[in-house]
């Protein structure tokens, strides 16, 4: 599979996942645009990558502001003449949009869920339209959406985030079919469904201090095939794939990376 050349934009790109695929995506000789919010943490992981000598810039963005978005698109096309590949993987979760243990249904913070769910779908939403705009007018691109194993077996606690995802999931297939039939089968809309992942945002979910399994890190892996969480860098093949010119007749899925949750019936 081959993105070289490619000029990929990659929102959330100074997260764990982001980064990892914007390392993996570069060593393949894609042209790499890292968009984030966090300008000192956008700086420093351009600064690793250029390090390794590998093509990539950064530029500030807020994806929930369609100026910021616009610009971000404005300064790409401005540099590199085209975009080939958006990668949507800004996303998160807030603690008042989870459903702790000790709580109910009704402890949870409405302000908290509306901002997981605009972070999650607007935040997916308004770069997919901003982005799509140049790919509409080369008759070619590619958008792969990040969603989440808790789109499609909603777990226990992250009720906003698996709402949320869910929505992406639905927004995928809604775009691959909309940009289809109405602009043609160059702009094709895909997604990837990552299992378990040790990331910032749910490392202490996970693990404990002392690097052991927290009772819901056990009871991931017990319902996990391959009994351990994945490896960043092992999205990076999947993306590939879809991104490749030679995937031409995919558009409209959800990809689990997962070692297997998602098969597991628990017996």
């Known amino acids: 599979m081959s993105v070289k050349g490619k000029i990929v934009a990659i929102t959330g790109g100074s997260g764990t996942l982001g980064m990892a695929l914007a390392q993996g995506l570069a060593e393949e000789g894609a042209i790499i645009y890292l968009l984030a919010r966090n300008e000192i943490n956008l700086i420093q992981k351009v600064d690793f990558l250029k390090d390794m000598y590998l093509d990539a810039t950064g530029i500030s963005c807020d994806v929930l502001n369609s100026d910021s978005v616009n610009s971000a698109v404005e300064q790409i096309l401005a540099r590199s003449g085209r975009i080939d590949i958006l ?15 000790d709580q109910s249904l009704f402890d949870l913070n409405i302000e908290e869920f509306k901002k997981v769910s605009e972070l999650n779908l607007f935040g997916t939403v308004i770069p997919t339209i901003a982005f799509a705009k140049p790919m509409v007018n080369q008759k070619r691109g590619c958008i792969i959406n990040i969603s989440s194993m808790s789109a499609q077996l909603p777990l226990t606690r992250v009720v906003g985030y698996s709402a949320a995802k869910a929505a992406v999931d639905n927004f995928t297939r809604s775009m691959a079919v909309e940009l289809a039939t109405k602009y ?61 010119d030679r995937s031409s007749f995919i558009s409209g899925i959800v990809v689990p990376v997962d070692g297997g949750f998602s098969a597991f019936s628990g017996v």
């Open 184 to 244: 043609g089968e160059g702009i094709r809309v895909n997604a990837v469904a990552p299992g378990f992942f040790i990331a910032d945002q749910n490392k202490n979910l996970l693990l404990n201090s002392d690097g052991t399994l927290t009772d819901r890190g056990n009871t991931i892996l017990s319902q996990t095939p391959f009994k351990r969480f994945g490896d960043p860098k092992e999205l990076i093949s999947t993306i590939l794939w879809l991104a490749d």
């Open 87 to 101: 990668i949507n993987g800004a996303g998160g979760n807030l603690q008042g949009a989870t459903i702790r243990p």
